[in-house]
């Protein structure tokens, strides 16, 4: 990392379950991905109690701050090339009354945060999915289809409906893999009651009616794109990962039959006993099962039979949006298979 012309870009995607970092490096060689880091910080967790962002999860927040900061500096290690860092904030600082005390210590840092709207956030998020999905979804583009992109975030789900050249439209639904586990299984026994189960499955239905109208209705749809930790899990454990692999899972179709049997599988399940499942981090084991119920009813109700599975997200559209934004040299990815984070 010598060249004198070469833009570092660090990109951050702070989300209400788990912080996450991306290095490249932009050259007239192309774009090389430098690194990939995340920390399982849930920044949400007792924000739908309070508020408030509480005082372990700001504290776990600012301390992964600090940790990227020195893997940042590490990576770069050239006085002559300041890295180029954006770090982005959602759904748990949209909602925080105290996300502008966690934004002023997180400048302190040297990271400057920029909480996104909704509407940001689905676009940038789309952008990533979108740009893993060419040779996926060619026959459906061919078709004149659109797709549905849902990613199951730990404080919202968004769902943005687009076509080969961005998002037509899309809307963000209040529920979320951490906020449902906090509503409906905190105080629950391990495994949850019955009862619970379906009081929460009943909610995410209802948010889903409201939010898929008829515009967005199976007819005008190819597929459902499955973006973000929830998804990606879900097909980590499908294929028992020891170790995350992404290009292993980018393109992976889970049948909705499947996600109904890992329900009812993780819904019998002690948290130990999840812990243990190849491909489920402990630190995720118990939003899981929240989070795999919001794709399976966004299935059935767009009556789609199958989930495609993207390592593409917000990470990935925040580092390729801010790459064609500050590097001027139309630099190309430097492996074949596209970018990976």
Not at 4 to 27: E, H, M, P, Y
Not at 292 to 303: D, F, M
């Amino acid at each position: 990392m010598n060249e004198t012309n070469d833009k570092i870009i660090a990109a951050l995607d702070l989300g209400s379950q788990t912080f996450r970092l991306a290095i490249a490096v932009c050259s007239n060689k192309g774009i090389e991905v430098k690194g990939s880091w995340l920390e399982n910080v849930r920044l949400g967790q007792g924000l739908s109690a309070t508020g408030q962002i509480g005082t372990e999860a700001f504290q776990r927040g600012i301390s992964a701050l600090q940790k990227f900061k020195r893997i940042i500096k590490d990576t770069v290690n050239s006085p002559k090339n300041s890295p180029i860092i954006r770090a982005v904030g959602t759904a748990a600082l949209r909602r925080a009354e105290n996300a502008d005390l966690f934004v002023k210590k997180a400048l302190e840092t040297g990271i400057d945060i920029d909480i996104l709207s909704e509407e940001q956030e689905a676009v940038l998020a789309a952008t990533g999915v979108l740009s893993t999905l060419e040779e996926i979804s060619k026959d459906h583009w061919t078709d004149n289809k659109p797709i549905i992109i849902i990613d199951a975030g730990g404080g919202s789900t968004e769902i943005s409906v687009c076509s080969s050249s961005g998002i037509i439209q899309w809307t963000s639904i209040e529920i979320g893999a951490v906020r449902l586990t906090e509503d409906y299984f905190k105080d629950s026994p391990s495994p949850p009651s019955p009862q619970n189960l379906r009081k929460m499955t009943e909610r995410v239905r209802h948010e889903l009616e409201r939010a898929l109208d008829e515009r967005v209705y199976p007819a005008s749809l190819g597929i459902l794109v499955g973006s973000g930790g929830t998804a990606t899990t879900v097909a980590a454990m499908e294929l028992g990962m020891k170790s995350y692999t992404p290009w292993k899972i980018r393109g992976m179709r889970i049948p909705s039959e499947r996600l109904e049997q890992w329900i009812i599988r993780l819904s019998q399940m002690t948290k130990s006993q999840k812990d243990s499942i190849c491909g489920l981090e402990p630190e995720r084991s118990d939003i899981i099962l929240s989070g795999i119920v919001i794709i399976y009813q966004a299935l059935k109700k767009l009556g789609l039979p199958e989930l495609v599975v993207s390592d593409g997200g917000l990470l990935l559209g925040l580092l390729t949006s801010t790459i064609k934004k500050e590097c001027t040299s139309h630099a190309e990815p430097s492996c074949p298979g596209g970018i990976y984070v």
